[in-house]
């Protein structure tokens, strides 16, 4: 039997051209690129070639990106960067459904003394732009929204976003900005990427979400924004992220962006076929909630939920037949907590408890469906047969 991989929120499988891109990398090309003989050269050469490619999909200029570790150490940089910059009496916003990189990174700058709300989400997990703005006080100095959602797709108005932020500086003393970060993990693959339309400062993204490596990402960092680094060590990276780069990463992350622009407008139509008919065929089966509004979220993630169907079993069940979801709730750190996005979208325990999330790529096909389908609907009859 051929596995099935319905879980590409979490990672992807890179893309046999982005391999073919980095191999020689590691074989031939595998010098220090922050080394002066040339050999390091043609390294650093790549490097810059990839920061141009990276800085074209996002319409800013080269010295405006930032190669990272991942979205994780990006987000860091991001949050920890403007709390280290402006110090006292400082207050950031974030909404109630980012990554734990972002809240949990909110939550360490919380016992330094920062102030910290959470913007609330509607019941489709969009965040609601009006609380945000009476959220907003003198002393605040980022607002983190993320661009997608990971766990239900839902897609955030960043553009929005991006102009209330824009508006509120153009009343602001220049000395204490307020900064706009959007966490775009998840958008990448599927929504425009243009930063002087998103109006946002910081924007971090990660390879392995795109068909690109693991351990590599990128960051935009608007020219002129005050932060401090939160790591040191060396000048790479303009000083903000020291360390010898990743050139192999690097110029794999360059190759799955490039893809993208070449190929994202076919994949996004190709991912969607496959999710409506995935959605057509799980409507078949009775007390089911779809987690989002299926008409405005990403097209490669499908966030449902099972009355009287735990999410946990379903995942392990499924697991035994070859197939690969993943749950709503954070159960990745062995917690049976609800998914605090599911909490936040107003969902009671008993729908959360029984959600999944099937998310997809363009690797998927719609061959897959019927096996799929046929898996999941006597997963869910064996378990409600099963519960109290
Ligand atoms: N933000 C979002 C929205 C994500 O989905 C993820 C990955 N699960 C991250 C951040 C972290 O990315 P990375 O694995 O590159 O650190």
């Known amino acids: 039997m051929k596995n099935i991989y319905y879980d590409n929120a979490a ?10 891109e980095m191999i020689p990398f590691y074989t ?21 070639k990839a920061r141009e490619t990276v800085a074209k999909f996002f319409n800013c200029e080269n010295q405006e990106i930032i190669f990272t570790a991942g979205a994780t150490e990006g987000n ?5 960067g403007v709390v280290n910059k402006f110090k006292e009496n400082i207050h950031i916003i974030c909404s109630a459904i980012e990554h734990p990189s972002v809240l949990e990174t909110c939550r360490e700058m919380k016992k330094r003394g920062v102030k910290i709300d959470y913007v ?11 609380k945000l703005q009476k959220l907003i006080k003198s002393n605040t100095v980022l607002v983190s929204v993320m661009y997608a959602n990971n766990e239900v797709g839902s897609v955030q108005p960043i553009k929005e976003i991006g102009e209330l932020i824009k508006t509120e500086n153009e009343k602001r003393d220049k000395k204490l900005p307020l900064y706009f970060h959007t ?3 998840q958008a990448v693959n599927y929504l425009d990427c243009d930063v002087s339309e998103l109006n946002c400062d910081f924007l971090t993204m990660s390879g392995h979400k795109i068909n690109g490596p693991k351990g590599i990402g990128a960051m935009f960092i608007k020219k002129g924004v005050k932060f401090s680094p939160v790591q040191f060590g060396g ?24 893809l993208i622009s070449s190929e994202g407008k076919a994949n996004f139509k190709k991912v969607k076929k496959v999710r409506d008919k995935l959605v057509k065929e799980i409507s078949k089966i009775d007390n089911i909630k779809i987690n989002c509004d299926l008409s405005t979220s990403l097209p490669n993630i499908l966030n449902v939920s099972f009355l009287k169907a735990e999410g946990e079993s379903i995942l392990m069940m499924l697991d035994m037949e070859g197939i690969a979801i993943s749950t709503g709730s954070a159960c990745s750190s062995g917690s049976l907590e609800p998914s605090h996005v599911l909490s936040a979208m107003g969902r009671k325990p008993e729908w959360s408890h029984g959600s999944i999330r099937i998310s997809l790529s363009k690797f998927n ?18 378990l409600r047969k099963m519960a109290p």
């Open 11 to 20: 990672t992807t499988k890179v893309d046999d051209r982005v391999i073919a």
């Open 28 to 48: 031939e090309h595998f010098a220090n690129p922050h080394a002066v003989h040339s050999q390091g050269q043609i390294a650093l050469d790549a490097v810059e």
């Open 76 to 80: 860091n940089i991001a949050i920890q």
């Open 120 to 130: 609330p989400v509607d019941e489709n997990g969009v965040v609601l732009v009006g």
């Open 183 to 185: 966490d775009a993990v």
């Open 235 to 258: 000048h790479q990276e303009f000083g903000v992220r020291p360390g010898t780069a990743n050139v192999p990463g690097i110029v794999g992350l360059a190759k799955a962006i490039e």
């Open 365 to 382: 096909s719609e061959v897959e469906v019927a096996v799929f389908i046929k898996a999941l609907s006597v997963v869910i009859e064996k």
